[in-house]
């Protein structure tokens, strides 16, 4: 079975950063494209970020480029999303996702 399990999440100020991790298994990890979502409370799903296989052609939500990072390392089975400059609107449950798989979330909160 696909597992997808995030972690990282947390409170922070705005302007500040938390890196996310995501811990994959039950597939061939380097073969497949990954991404993050997440879903700000009384929202619905949002699409953050993907990276393809390789981990060379990454990409992001608008409000969100250029200060999100996703990374992964094919090596551990683990995919990151680097989040700096947070903001408010940025506080959401993440999710690591694989096609319409989606694993068990970790919560970003910004305050003030």
């Known amino acids: 079975d696909v597992q997808l399990q995030a972690s990282g999440g947390g409170l922070v100020q705005p302007g500040g950063s938390l890196r996310l991790s995501c811990a994959a298994s039950?597939?061939?990890?380097?073969?497949?494209?990954l991404g993050w979502a997440r879903q700000a409370q009384g929202k619905g799903v949002e699409w953050v970020s993907s990276i393809d296989a390789g981990g060379t052609i990454p990409m992001y939500r608008g409000s969100v480029e250029g200060r999100f990072t996703i990374s992964r390392d094919n090596a551990k089975n683990t995919l990151y999303l680097q989040m700096n400059s947070l903001k408010p609107e940025d506080s959401a449950v993440y999710y690591c996702?694989?096609?319409?798989?989606r694993g068990q979330g970790t919560e970003v909160t910004v305050f003030s």
């Open positions: 039950g597939f061939i990890f380097s073969n497949y494209g």
């Open positions: 996702v694989k096609g319409s798989s």
